[in-house]
């Protein structure tokens, strides 16, 4: 993760959009994403993403996650499984229903990787 995606955090957990445990969970986070995906997140391409996934990951520790699937969006799950399922493993939560929040973060993989831009 790169300097600039790292002060956006810090701003996320500075005016209390995250908590602590989910600002010192991210950087490991931002780490796998770069491994699974094979790119280097950086503002430009990723600020948006880093945002979302900070603040999906606060909802979910609050059992207040986005609970409503587009079915643009479940088309693309379909035709990516495998960053739906890792978007699920990312945000992993036994108690809450995490389906639409890991939707949302399977699009942005797309994003990332240029998928479905073809």
Known sequence: MDATLKERIDLLHDTNQINDEIYNRLPYLMEEVENF????????????????????????SK???????????????????????F???????DETNIDAEAAFITLYFCLLTGKGNE
């Open 63 to 85: 059992n207040e996650p986005v609970t409503d699937i587009a079915s643009e969006l479940e088309t693309l799950i379909g035709e990516n499984p495998d960053y739906y399922q």
């Open 87 to 93: 978007a699920k493993d990312l945000l992993e939560n």
């Open 37 to 60: 995906l094979d790119v280097k997140l950086t503002e430009e391409n990723a600020g948006s993403f880093t945002s979302h996934i900070s603040v999906a990951l606060q909802r979910i």
